[in-house]
Structures are given as C-alpha cells and as structure tokens.
C-alpha cells in the first residue's frame, strides 16, 4: 500500500510517460493519470497523508469466480471455456481479464477483532477511483457478502490497457453504527449512487473513498486484498459503446499477425478501426442449371474471426465508417487529413497477381474528414473476379502525409500487367506506390472467400465465357446439356459453416449503433 513503485502510477510511470512542458500528464490513451503526485495506493486512495496501515489488523480473504460464456466485442463473438476461482493474493497477485473478474466474488475475514461489530466492504479503482461496489451492514459473527446490504452492486474492472496492469481494491471498515435506510447516508452521496446506478461506474462521477469513509464514520481500512487486471476485448466493447475510448485496431492488429496477412508488418500498429458492412440486395437467376436465390442482407466484416463473405454479396462497395484508436474518440478526430483506402488481393494467377504485386479491387484517395464517399475513386470498386480458391480481400488504410494531397496515375504501378482488360489494376507495385507517395498504414479490414454461382455468371459477362466453360471454370456443379439430364436440383445459395454477420433489411442509416454493439459471427477465445 505504502510501496511507491509496486503500480503503474509510481516512479515508473515518469519513465514511461514524461510530463508536458506545463508539468501536467501527457493526454493521450498510454498516459492518462488523474493523479500524478501519488505514487503509492496508499496516498492515491488517502491523500494527505491520511492512510494509517495500523489500521490493518485482518486479512480479507477474496475469491473471485471466473465462469464459462460468450460475449460480441469489436465485431466479433468471443468464447471463453474457463471456469475457476482465482484466490486474491496481493504479495504474488495473479492477474486477470475483466471477462474473468466479472462473474462476482465470495469475501472472508481472518482474525477479525470485533465479531460483534458491522462492517462496510468497499472496492474501488486504485488507478482511475472508480467505485465497483460497496456492501454495508456486514454482520461480524457472521461475515458473509450475502448478509451485507449492497448500496452499489459488485461491477467487474473494465481497464482499458493490456500493461501494466491496474488495481482494483478491496477495503473493509468498521461502521459506527446500523444502516437502516440508503435515504439515511448524507445527500451528496445519495446523488453518487444515484447516478451510478444510471451510468456505471466507469462513467458516473469519481469515488472519492476518504470524504465517504468521514461523511459515513467508518473505521480503518481493517482488511485490505486487492486484485490486478488487463484488458481485454470484453472491456474493449463496453468502451467502444460508451464512446470512452476505441481499443479494437489493437486486436485486428493481432489478428493480422496471426493470419499471416500480406502487406500487414508483424509490427504493425494500427490507430483506426475501418468498421464495415456490404449491404447486398437480393436478386433471384438461373446459371449452370440451377435457380439461386439471394435475399437482401447486410453483413458486418468480421476481420478478427476471418469471417466468411460469398462473392455475390460483395459485389458493389461496402458502407465504411472510420474510428480512430485514442480517448473519446469523434468524428472530428480526421479534420485536417488525408487518407488512402485500398481493397486488394493476390488472386491465385500469376498474371494478374503474385504475393509482391497484389490485384487492386478499389482505390480511393485524399479521403477527408475520414469519409470514404468524399475521396477521390482512381480505380472504381470491382467485387470479385472468377476463381476457385479460397483467397482473403484485404482493405488496407494509409494515412497520407500532412494535408498531402495525391495525383495518382495507377498504371504507373503496373508495368507488368499484360491483360488489358485489368491494366490499371493487375501486378501492382504496392510497396512502391506506398514509398514513393509516403503512406503510413494506420489500419486494415478483410474477409475470405470461395467461389460461389455468381461467379459463374462474371465468368460470363466480364470474360465472355460459355455458360458450360463459366461453370467448370468455377467449380459450379449441375450444367448438363440440356439443364435436367442429370438430375440438377434446384436449390437456393449456399450457407457457410463461418458466415460474417446477418442482419436482414438493414439499411446503412444504423450500420454506427449496430457495429458499436459488437455484431460479428464466428468463434474466437479471448
């Protein structure tokens, strides 16, 4: 409690965080601390020098019980199998997830001196002093949460950063006297909890555990535990929903780095989210002897599940909406730049694309207020062109440098496209044209796909192939001279094991309240 280097707001933070020229902490999403002059948890939660650790005559034994489910963060639903009880121990302290922490906890006391008395559990943020709960009325000679009155509910960390971790504390005072009413506490407090039973208590006022433990003649701490914890997705949503702060290009980096995407530096840092759905509108046709049916959709891009997105549904431009990875992040976070979006793939034909030189689907640049339909279109959007292998679509965003406006000549870029008819877009020199026009990239999105019926009628249109080569070009069964020699079923289209997210007739006006609600499909562990 007394160590001025046991937590992140210690000496260390000065390291990691030097102060501004006005002596005041850096405001940005590493350095935030409310207050830089206490170095200890003891000082943080007692300032002036009024935490007395003779106080401390128990221990405060404290489980906390971690539970199996699932939870849709950042696009993505998350599923975790874990369950256990992770015993607190504040000299070796273990630590954990807000997903872990926020299935409640079960308090014990040894040795306590006064069985008689009644006691108070209070547990606050030692970093950020958020209140997560507060139990009075504890019997002594019988101490149990469950005999406790709960003035504010037991609410489960959501820190925001993965390092160093933060700590939530656990702190046991002897009350003076019997609770009978919650209208009995002193009106300020009264108004406290009143808003934090309304917004939660990572946005109502801060708790400040001193004036509450005077206003209410409390006595000590007499037991203190304390829990540390990191973030994860789970936190990441509650946040991103809020509008406190945006955390998720932090796990689409790490998606990236798994998936081994091309183009994306294991040491990539992104600093936007590219949130994005395809709105497809259903259409019914008959190629390769059968009737296809398509519905009107929209589909959620589920970059960290690799969600699965068929070829008809991409086919014309997605809605993007860009958020920036910082604190209270808003649309006027892009005035002043500029940015560059790119669709791309490296489709399996040596001719129109290798790993090096990807096929560019898209090209949109000088992109202003990060509104994708106010850049400059080079390449107009084209979904999909005929194949037969699974390959992933990568969006890639790059910001461009300071109000750095581009003139882009693609076929500079593309020297060795031999096909005519993809000139501008085919063996594209992509590390080039991101040197030469000085791109940083600050963000990505992607899905997989295979070949669906609608490739069939591409082959088609775009190449001019016969409906039986379109078909066997693609891998579409059922074409047979004339249609029903053998037996070709009618069918409507094909379902994936993985789709991307679902939602029937839903229109681009709420794509921003949908995605801030984590709609994504697919399984990941957190």
Not at 207 to 213: E, I, P, T, Y
Not at 220 to 237: F, I
Not at 303 to 313: E, Q, V, W
């Amino acid at each position: 409690m007394e160590d001025n280097n046991a937590f992140w707001f210690g000496y260390s933070y000065f390291a990691r965080c030097p102060l501004n020229e006005n002596g005041l902490p850096q405001y940005n999403i590493e350095c935030v601390n409310l207050d830089p002059t206490s170095l200890s948890l003891g000082d943080r939660l007692f300032p002036a020098d009024s935490f007395n650790a003779t106080t401390i005559t128990s221990y405060l034994d404290v489980v906390i019980h971690e539970k199996p489910g699932s939870y849709a963060a950042c696009g993505h639903n998350y599923t975790s199998e874990g369950e256990a009880d992770h015993t607190l121990d504040p000299i070796n302290p273990e630590t954990l997830t807000p997903w872990q922490t926020s299935h409640g906890f079960t308090a014990s006391v040894q040795g306590i001196e006064e069985p008689n008395a009644l006691y108070t559990l209070i547990i606050v943020d030692g970093g950020f002093f958020f209140l997560h709960g507060v139990y009075v009325d504890i019997p002594g000679n019988n101490f149990d949460i469950k005999f406790g009155k709960p003035i504010s509910e037991y609410e489960g960390p959501k820190y925001y950063k993965k390092d160093p971790p933060n700590p939530y504390v656990f702190l046991l005072f002897r009350q003076e006297s019997f609770f009978e009413e919650f209208d009995q506490l002193p009106g300020i407090w009264v108004q406290f909890f009143q808003q934090q039973s309304e917004y939660g208590p990572q946005i109502a006022n801060l708790f400040k555990l001193l004036d509450f433990a005077n206003d209410l003649k409390l006595v000590g701490p007499v037991a203190v535990n304390w829990l540390m914890s990191r973030t994860d997705p789970y936190a990441a949503q509650f946040h991103l929903e809020n509008r406190i702060v945006n955390i998720c290009p932090m796990y689409d980096e790490q998606a990236a780095r798994e998936y081994g995407l091309i183009h994306i530096p294991d040491d990539a840092q992104f600093s936007v989210s590219l949130f994005m759905a395809y709105e497809s509108v259903g259409r019914n046709f008959s190629v390769c002897c059968n009737n296809y049916t398509y519905m009107n959709q929209t589909y959620h891009l589920d970059p960290i599940g690799d969600g699965y997105l068929a070829p008809f549904n991409f086919k014309d431009p997605p809605v993007v909406k860009l958020m920036k990875k910082k604190l209270i992040p808003l649309p006027t976070d892009f005035i002043g730049e500029l940015y560059t979006l790119l669709k791309i793939d490296v489709i399996p034909d040596p001719h129109v694309a290798t790993p090096e030189k990807p096929f560019i689907f898209w090209m949109v640049t000088n992109i202003p207020l990060g509104r994708v339909a106010m850049g400059n279109t080079v390449i107009p959007y084209m979904g999909a062109v005929p194949f037969t292998e699974t390959i992933r679509p990568q969006f890639m965003l790059y910001k461009q440098g300071k109000r750095r406006r581009l003139q882009i000549n693609p076929f500079l870029y593309t020297p060795e496209c031999a096909d005519i008819g993809y000139r501008e877009r085919c063996l594209f020199e992509l590390d080039r044209f991101v040197e030469e026009n000085k791109l940083e990239l600050v963000g990505a999105n992607w899905f997989t796909t295979t070949a669906d019926a609608s490739m069939a009628l591409v082959a088609m249109d775009l190449l001019g192939f016969s409906e039986a080569d379109a078909c066997a070009s693609t891998g579409v069964s059922g074409f047979s001279i004339p249609c029903g020699a053998t037996d070709a079923p009618i069918t409507d289209a094909p379902t994936p094991d993985e789709p991307a997210t679902i939602i029937e007739e839903e229109k681009s006006r709420r794509f921003d309240d949908e995605r801030s609600s984590g709609s994504g499909k697919g399984r990941r562990r957190p």
